[in-house]
């Protein structure tokens, strides 16, 4: 499978995206090309288009399908299995999140209701109860929000997220309106 040079121009920043994010090249530049490709493909595609080892290949295809990126299909006639991706960026924006909490927030804020509720916590110092005590409420309230986002529909949180700062007249009020546009810090929590 040849790619054109707009489809190499894309994977190839995917990939180099991936490493930004926290993922193998290899296994952003498989997840783009099949989002690019917008077909199924099964691996020794995937090995052509990226020159890519078939060992790698399979090793960022199990990621990918346990990040829930992608699935196996079959085609009739073809006993391989095949790749896929969705093609609606916000059902992938929305698996990407929901799979990074899971994996990376959640587990802190664990972490962190089980220091603050030790019998040994008193026995910090007030300074420290009072960080950690803040930490996690913040956590919580931030993961409340995400799954709350998470629910919207796409036309929904497009919406939200077009309204970007001007949601502050929304939340703040007439009284703290005056703030932003003196130049003054914002609280931090609104």
């Known amino acids: 499978m040849e790619l054109s040079d707009i489809g190499k121009r894309f994977v190839l920043h995917w990939g180099e995206m991936g490493t930004a994010w926290g993922v193998n090249r290899t296994v952003a530049q498989i997840h783009a090309l099949l989002f690019f490709h917008g077909k199924p493909l099964n691996a020794e595609d995937i090995c052509d288009a990226l020159g890519a080892a078939r060992s ?28 896929e991706t969705s093609s609606d960026v916000w059902e992938l924006f929305r698996t990407i999140v929901r799979e990074r909490k899971e994996r990376e927030f959640d587990p802190t804020v664990r972490v962190l209701r089980e220091i ?14 009072d960080r950690l005590q803040e930490t996690l409420r913040f956590m919580e309230a931030l993961g409340a929000w995400s799954d709350e986002m998470l629910r919207l529909t796409p036309a929904t949180l497009e919406k939200v997220l077009r309204m970007g700062a001007s949601i502050q007249k929304f939340v703040r009020g007439p009284a703290d309106a005056g703030t932003a546009s003196a130049g003054l810090p914002t609280p931090p929590y609104v």
């Not at 090793?59 to 391989?80: A, F, P, Q, Y």
């Open 56 to 83: 790698h290949v399979s090793t960022s295809v199990k990621e990918l399908l346990n990040w829930k990126l992608i699935r196996v299909v079959h085609l009739m006639g073809d006993r391989r299995d095949h790749f």
């Open 116 to 129: 603050t509720g030790s019998p040994a916590f008193p026995g910090e110092p007030q300074d420290t109860q």
